[in-house]
């Protein structure tokens, strides 16, 4: 060390001008942060109100599809989905197909899918013996639970 002060730097004694990063310039920054901050705070909470006010607690609105049957080498698969238009998600729901072919008894054939979220649709499929292409097939939900 130096008896003259050479290698110490002087900061003037002014510690306070280094704690703010330069003036005016990070102040404005923090306070365009906070207002943008302030807004989507704001946004977030409005939403949250707005869904508890407006949501009618309705359940599950199921619909269900049955898509073109497809020989598969063993009997025939037709494929559905299964749509919920509604507010809530639906477990354990229970699907049934049924056709009639001439001259036997009518087949009934049955889908139990895990869940259908709201606002969402799920696909599955049916087996059959017969061959339900050309014959009315009847599709239709039978239930659900409320998880």
Same mark, same amino acid.
């Given at each position: 060390?130096?008896?003259?002060?050479?290698?110490?730097?002087?900061? =003037?004694?002014?510690?306070? %001008?280094?704690? #703010?990063?330069? /003036?005016?310039? $990070?102040? &404005?920054?923090?306070?365009?942060? *906070?207002?943008?901050?302030?807004?989507?705070?704001?946004?977030?909470? =409005?939403?949250?109100?707005? %869904?508890?006010? #407006?949501?009618? /607690?309705?359940? $599950?609105? &199921?619909?269900?599809?049955?898509? *073109?049957?497809?020989?598969?080498?063993?009997?025939?698969?037709?494929?559905?989905?299964?749509?919920?238009?509604?507010?809530?998600?639906?477990?354990?729901?229970?699907?049934?197909?049924?056709?009639?072919?001439?001259?036997?008894?009518?087949?009934?054939?049955?889908?139990?899918?895990?869940?259908?979220?709201?606002?969402?649709?799920?696909?599955?499929?049916?087996?059959?013996?017969?061959?339900?292409?050309?014959?009315?097939?009847?599709?239709?939900?039978?239930?659900?639970?409320?998880?």
């Amino acid at each position: 060390m130096s008896s003259n002060g050479e290698g110490q730097a002087d900061s =003037g004694g002014n510690d306070d %001008e280094d704690q #703010t990063h330069g /003036g005016a310039a $990070p102040a &404005l920054i923090e306070w365009v942060l *906070a207002g943008v901050s302030a807004v989507l705070l704001f946004g977030v909470i =409005g939403l949250f109100l707005f %869904e508890a006010l #407006t949501n009618d /607690g309705g359940g $599950p609105v &199921l619909f269900v599809k049955a898509e *073109a049957a497809e020989d598969t080498g063993a009997g025939f698969r037709v494929p559905f989905t299964v749509q919920n238009t509604g507010d809530m998600t639906a477990a354990a729901v229970v699907v049934e197909a049924t056709i009639v072919p001439p001259g036997q008894p009518e087949e009934r054939a049955e889908a139990t899918l895990d869940y259908v979220p709201a606002q969402s649709e799920t696909n599955g499929g049916f087996f059959f013996e017969a061959d339900p292409r050309g014959l009315d097939l009847q599709v239709r939900v039978l239930g659900y639970q409320e998880p």
